[in-house]
């Protein structure tokens, strides 16, 4: 089955605790990218990647760093998180380039920073 | 730049109420539009398409169609059901950028 899956669901965490959020998906999609969803923002873009080793900053970097070490996987990482981080988390893939590419999405990581 | 506009919500109607949610779109070129829908506790999914100019999407008995003379991309079902209470977003696409996105509009359906 095409997916994304996104590990954890849920945390929590405190103050200054790194952590990482992994995404994957199965579909050999050149193009990830990772929101975050806040009441009255919508979807706010944080990193993206084109390809392997090829990623850029999005609207909201601040605070978060990824890595596309593999196609298949990239993940989000939060150095040092704080409060303002407490979000809903989504990680989304799609083919690139030509056309019209729909994004397939992760279920999200719900991450509340205490 | 490019941008997406949407209605605010929350959007509250009866079970079989005319939903309409509306879109507009600032672009350079030909974009290709979509809505997204995401139910209670889940992710994004695509709903709908249009890719050019008097296009219609459609979808489970939703609708839109791409309007380049007024810039618009409206969401309408006939008889909504309660099955389709969720958040809607509308979003636009130009090839070799990333997607861009409204705010979302949330509809609550009663029976």
């Known amino acids: 089955e095409a997916q994304v899956t996104q590990n954890p669901r849920y945390l929590i965490t405190v103050t200054g605790k790194k952590l990482t959020v992994t995404c994957s998906q199965n579909?050999?999609?050149?193009?990830m990218s990772w929101y975050r969803q806040d009441p009255g923002l919508g979807l706010r873009q944080i990193y993206y990647s084109m390809n392997v080793e090829v990623t850029d900053k999005g609207d909201v970097p601040e605070g978060y760093k990824v890595s596309r070490k593999e196609k298949r996987n990239f993940p989000l990482i939060l150095e040092s998180p704080s409060p303002n981080q407490t979000s809903l988390y989504f990680c989304?893939?799609?083919?690139w380039g030509q056309g019209v590419n729909e994004q397939y999405f992760g279920p999200g990581t719900r991450l509340t920073v205490t | 730049g490019n941008s997406v506009t949407q209605m605010e919500g929350p959007v509250t109607l009866s079970e079989e109420a005319f939903l309409t949610i509306n879109c507009t779109y600032t672009?350079?070129?030909?974009?290709?539009l979509f809505w997204y829908v995401q139910y209670p506790g889940e992710g994004l999914q695509l709903l709908l398409k249009?890719?050019?100019?008097?296009d219609k999407g459609s979808n489970k008995g939703f609708e839109a169609t791409y309007r380049k003379e007024t810039t618009s991309f409206h969401l309408e079902k006939g008889s909504v059901q309660v099955s389709d209470s969720a958040v809607y977003f509308c979003?636009?696409?130009?090839?070799?950028?990333?997607?861009?996105f409204g705010k979302g509009t949330t509809l609550s359906v009663s029976s």
């Open positions: 579909m050999n999609h050149e193009y």
């Open positions: 989304a893939s799609s083919l």
């Open positions: 979003a636009l696409n130009q090839a070799g950028t990333a997607l861009i």
């Open positions: 672009a350079t070129g030909y974009p290709s």
């Open positions: 249009a890719t050019k100019a008097d």
